[in-house]
């Protein structure tokens, strides 16, 4: 399962969020934007049980973050 994750930050903090994101396991990639969102991060994972984890359990818990919204992959 693929999804994106589009992350709101606090202010000046998108930068260390993206770096601590993607040390998260199935992160492929975390990128800061400008504008919103501010951080735009790649998630490939086994099954949305796991997508579930990593987006409630592991990025939205990472200090700096104030929302996140998620996109599913559904053909590429």
């Given at each position: 399962?693929?999804?994106y994750v589009?992350?709101?930050?606090?202010?000046?903090?998108a930068k260390k969020v993206a770096q601590l994101?993607?040390?998260l396991?199935?992160?492929k990639l975390a990128?800061?934007?400008w504008g919103r969102p501010d951080v735009?991060?790649?998630a490939e994972v086994a099954d949305a049980k796991a997508l579930d984890s990593l987006v409630i359990g592991g990025?939205?818990?990472v200090r700096g973050v104030e929302a996140t919204e998620?996109?599913?992959v559904l053909a590429s």
């Open positions: 399962m693929r999804a589009l992350v709101s930050t606090k202010a000046g903090q994101v993607a040390k396991p199935g992160i990128d800061c934007c735009v991060v790649f990025i939205a818990k998620t996109h599913l």
